[in-house]
C-alpha cells in the first residue's frame, strides 16, 4: 500500500472519531472556546452587547454553521454527531480538492 | 483559537489582511522552489489532517474548549511554508463553510496559526533536534516542544490582537466596540489555557503522529517527506 493511502486510511479514522470533539465538551458541560461566544454570550458576561461587535457579528451566513446543518440548534448530540462526520467528509473533500489544485498550480515539474 | 467576526476592528482585520498578502506570496513562492510533484498529495493530507484534528474540541470541564492545529507537524513533514499554506486552505474552508472564525478575521486566523505557529513551532524543533540521527528520541521530543511552544505563542498573539480591542476602539463614554475583555485578561486567558492544556494536546498529537510515521516509513522524515 502507498504511503498516501494509509495516511488517507489515517485521515479517515480521524474523521469516523471526530464526534469525540463534540461528545466529550456536551459530557463535561464545557462552554464556548474564549473569545467564540456569541451575542447572548457576551450579553450575560459583560452585560452590554459592544456596538460594533453587533454590526460585524451576523456578517457572513455559513451554509453549514457549526458543522451542523442550517436550523439544528436544538438537536440531540446523536442527530449533532452525524452532522459533524458530514462536516469532517465536505470540508475534507474541498479541502484537498483545492490543495491538489494549489499544489499543482506551485510544485515543480520535475523530479 | 478561532477570532470570529465582531471581535477585532475592520482597521485590525486590514493591517492582519496586509501582513498576510505578503506572507502568502513569499509562501508560494518558497514552495514553487522546493515542492515536489510526487509531494503534492502530502500538501492535501497535511491541509486534511490540520481541519479535521481541529474539529476534536477539547473541553476544560465546565470551563471552555480548545483544541489542537497541527501545523507544527506539517511543518517538521513538509517545511514551513507549505504548512502556512495547508494551514490556510483549512482555515479558509472553515470561515466560509462552517462559520468557524470571522470572515473579516481571516487575516488574524491565518496569521496565527498558518504563520506564527507553524514557523516558530519548525524552529523550536530544528533547534533541538538538530544533529540527532533520523529516528532518535530527541526528534520527537523536539517535534512535541516545538509544537507546545508554536501554539502558545499563536495563542499570545491572539490574545494580544482580542486585547488591544478596547485599548483602541470604544465609545466616548469608554464602552469597547469589539472584543470587550482588555490584555489583563485575554493574554492571560489564551496563553494559560494553552500553556496549562491545549499546548500539551499539540505537542502529544505531534510527537505520536510524527512517532508512527517514523516506525511505519523510516526514509520518511530525513528533513521531510521528499
Known sequence: MTLTRKLWIGIGALIALSPLGLILPDHFKAGSAWGE????????????????????????????????????????????????????VVGIAIIAIFSLLIGKGLAKKHV | MHIPDGYLSPETCVVFGAVMIPVWTVASRAVRKTLSVRQVPFLAVGAAFSFVIMMFNVPIPGGSTGHAVGGVLVAILLGPWAACIAVTVALVIQALLFGDGGITSIGANCFNMAFVLPFVGYYVYRLISSGSPVGSNRRI??????????????????????????????????????????????????????????????????????????????????????
Open chain 1, 37 to 88: 461566544w456569541g451575542t447572548d454570550e457576551i450579553q450575560k458576561m459583560t452585560g452590554y452587547v459592544p456596538q460594533g461587535f453587533q454590526q460585524l457579528s451576523e456578517l457572513w451566513k455559513a451554509p453549514m454553521p457549526d458543522y451542523a446543518f442550517q436550523g439544528w440548534e436544538g438537536k440531540d448530540i446523536i442527530q449533532l454527531s452525524l452532522a459533524y462526520v458530514v462536516s469532517a
Open chain 2, 141 to 226: 521530543i523536539a517535534a512535541g516542544a516545538g509544537a507546545y511552544v508554536g501554539i502558545c505563542i499563536a495563542a499570545l498573539c491572539a490574545g494580544i490582537e482580542f486585547g488591544v480591542q478596547p485599548l483602541l476602539f470604544h465609545t466616548a463614554n469608554g464602552q469597547a466596540l469589539y472584543c470587550p475583555y482588555g490584555l489583563n485578561i485575554a493574554v492571560p486567558a489564551m496563553t494559560g489555557e494553552h500553556l496549562l492544556i491545549f499546548g500539551w494536546v499539540e505537542a502529544l498529537v505531534t510527537a505520536l503522529v510524527l512517532q508512527f510515521l517514523q516506525k511505519q516509513e523510516s526514509l520518511l522524515v530525513e528533513g521531510g517527506i521528499s
